[in-house]
């Protein structure tokens, strides 16, 4: 077990950035999770950090080592692919101990590894087939298998559920994070899918356009987003944002206008009459006869019935589209012209370039 | 519409039955008349023997006055020993090619296209000249090492089709396993390059095993002589022994088609798999 430093990270391809001024610090035992759309960098981060692609500039230190010129194998790091990528024409067995062969692991050693990592993944029973004759979830957990086996000090895994079906990938989702406790190793998980970064990280890493965003516990990121990309990124569905600007202020609280929301006084420092102001309001955050200070309205043109709670989808003032969570049976009529409130506390704040206002008397 | 159907599978199938009728005419004529005396060879050359015609003297002769045996080793030397370094040779360079970027990549792959477009008989005077200078003239040695130049490119370029449907994260994973660069190639990518090795293989061996052209400039004793070579000597310049001529013939197809039979399997999967999935 090891921890992991990435320091100024860099990646070009030509004159294409990929990553830029990347900064990240994994603690021993730490769980990792990158996350962003696709063709944010993510994977091309992990990738580096495995050794399977170069360095443009910048460092990479696992525990005190400085691993820019290893090979992967060097490296100590196991990698768990999207596509399993296990060996074809080897059984699961042969599969997890091919790699040990070459790392000078003994063969009774190996042999113990195997039993033992078939053990933890149930894969006992499996271990003379084939990947052929195994389904998704069960490739899947043998190549977490291959990854244990190595033993190694940084696990990376790409995107390893996405290849499964729902039910399988919250039963894998639910394996590896007990794996990570019973190993109390250092993992790197790359996803695009917020759901497993929320339920699995110890921190979550948000990326976009090669740079990292924000780096936080995923209630940190859900009630305190650094910026409107994290802020619409994190959460489903995503965060409303009304665009507004400042009329005037008045000692510490400015007084924001905007066409979806009625006029809002808002308690924020360091806002000079005429910005411009983004406010967010999650859907679950607004309510019906709700109480606060936000308050916003428009005509329901949709709801979508979940069960325990509804979305409605209704058109703003300023013809946008908002959509809000609705709990229990009463659900508003299409058509029907509704008026939704949120506490102050509920209310995200963003300046003209997209950073968030601290907003005073909100509990975070 | 089912008699329009019809009608269409109809002539395909005349079309086919045509082909395979033009493609095996004159082989089976070759096998046939091999069984046969002279008279009835020039007699009725297109009936089968009976049991007036009947004879077994072409091969009786080809097994008492030539070196047949000889012949044969050579051809079966020559063939499995160049079919095995093409397919050595090729699979490593085409996965080189499509895995490595190195200087002159692009280039060394373009020269090694160019085999595929211009015929080796071009160069023959040369090939000529660089044996005898080498002093391979005469040997099985200097057919095998133009045969592995002739096979090459066609080998390189299929090969490389084939390595490029291979998932990458395959050869990630192996490097991240700690597998080494040739053990990667030799333990991960080859065994699933099964299918097209089959393919290529067959392409390989049938012309090199029908040539004439090498031996005949590149051969002068009977020790080195290739069966297709081998079977002139029964044509003369005043008289011909038909009878030697078809036995010597038909025996040389055999080896050929044993190959394709073993391989065609795993031909058809490597020629169909590109295009389905």
């Given amino acids: 077990m090891s921890n992991l430093r990435v320091e100024h990270l860099g990646k070009s391809y030509g004159s294409a950035n990929v990553l830029i001024d990347i900064n990240l610090t994994v603690e021993n035992g730490e769980f990792i999770v990158l996350v962003g759309p696709s063709g944010c960098g993510k994977s091309t981060l992990l990738r580096m950090i495995a050794g399977l692609d170069g360095v443009t500039t910048g460092d990479i230190y696992i525990g005190d080592r400085h691993v820019n010129g290893l090979a992967p194998a060097e490296r100590k790091i196991a990698m768990v692919f999207q596509s399993y990528a296990l060996y074809p024409h080897m059984d699961v067995r042969k599969n997890m101990t091919f790699g040990l062969k070459f790392t000078g692991v003994a063969p009774a050693e190996r042999e113990r590894r195997v039993n033992e990592a078939a053990r933890m993944l149930r894969l006992e029973p499996l271990l003379g087939r084939y990947p052929r004759d195994l389904s998704g979830g069960q490739r899947q957990r043998v190549a977490i298998g291959r990854a244990i086996v190595r033993e190694p000090d940084v696990f990376l895994f790409d995107e390893p559920l996405s290849n499964l079906d729902a039910a399988l990938r919250v039963s894998t989702r639910v394996e590896i994070a007990r794996l990570h406790r019973l190993l109390g190793a250092t993992m790197v998980y790359v996803t695009h899918d917020q759901t497993e970064a929320m339920t699995l990280a110890d921190r979550i890493v948000v990326m976009s356009e090669g740079r990292i965003e924000q780096i936080g516990k995923a209630l940190d990121l859900y009630y305190a987003p650094a910026n409107l990309f994290v802020a619409g990124f994190i959460g489903s569905p995503a965060m409303n944002f009304f665009p507004g600007a400042v009329e005037a202020v008045d000692g510490g609280t400015a007084r924001i206008v905007g066409a979806g929301f009625e006029p809002l006084a808002l308690p924020a420092d360091g806002l000079d009459p005429g910005a411009k102001v983004t406010i967010g309001v999650r859907p679950e955050h607004l309510r019906i006869a709700g109480q606060g200070p936000f308050a916003t309205s428009g005509a329901v043109e949709l709801v979508e019935r979940l069960g325990e709670s509804s979305f409605a989808h209704v058109r703003r003032a300023d013809d946008k589209m908002l959509v809000v969570e609705v709990r229990g049976r009463e659900t508003p009529a299409i058509t029907e012209t509704v008026t939704f409130r949120a506490p102050l506390q509920d209310i995200h704040a963003f300046n003209a370039s997209g950073q968030s206002i601290p907003i005073k008397g909100s509990s975070h | ?277």
């Avoid at chain 2, 009835?40 to 009976?50: N, Q, R, T, V, Y």
């Fill in chain 2, 1 to 277: 519409m089912f008699l329009e159907q019809r009608a269409r599978a109809l002539a395909v199938h005349v079309v086919l039955v045509a082909y395979s009728a033009l493609a095996l005419g004159p082989i089976l004529l070759v096998v046939m008349n091999s069984f046969k005396a002279r008279n009835a060879i020039f007699g009725s050359p297109l009936s089968p023997p009976d049991s007036s015609t009947f004879s077994l003297i072409g091969y009786a002769k080809v097994f008492r006055a030539s070196h047949i045996f000889v012949y044969f080793e050579n051809s079966l030397i020559v063939t499995i020993v160049s079919m095995g370094l093409v397919l050595l040779f090729g699979a490593m360079a085409a996965w080189a090619l499509s895995e490595y970027r190195f200087r002159g990549s692009t280039a060394l792959a373009l020269f090694l296209s160019i085999g595929i477009m211009v015929p080796i008989r071009l160069g023959s005077v040369a090939i000529l000249n660089m044996m005898r200078t080498a002093g391979l003239n005469d040997t099985l040695t200097a057919l095998i090492l133009v045969y592995i130049a002739q096979g090459l490119p066609m080998a390189i370029f299929i090969l490389s089709e084939f390595i490029q449907q291979i998932p990458m994260d395959l050869r990630d994973a192996a490097r991240c396993d700690g597998v080494p660069e040739t053990r990667i190639f030799f333990e991960v990518i080859a065994p699933l390059l099964r299918p097209a090795i089959a393919t290529v293989a067959v392409f390989t061996i049938v012309p090199i095993w029908n040539d004439l052209w090498f031996p005949l400039i590149l051969t002068s004793s009977d020790s080195t002589h290739t069966i297709t070579l081998g079977v002139q000597q029964f044509l003369g310049q005043y008289i011909t022994d038909w009878n030697s001529v078809l036995a010597a013939l038909s025996m040389a197809i055999l080896p050929v088609v044993v190959i394709y039979v073993i391989f065609s399997r795993q031909l058809i999967a490597g020629l169909t798999s590109g295009a389905v999935k």
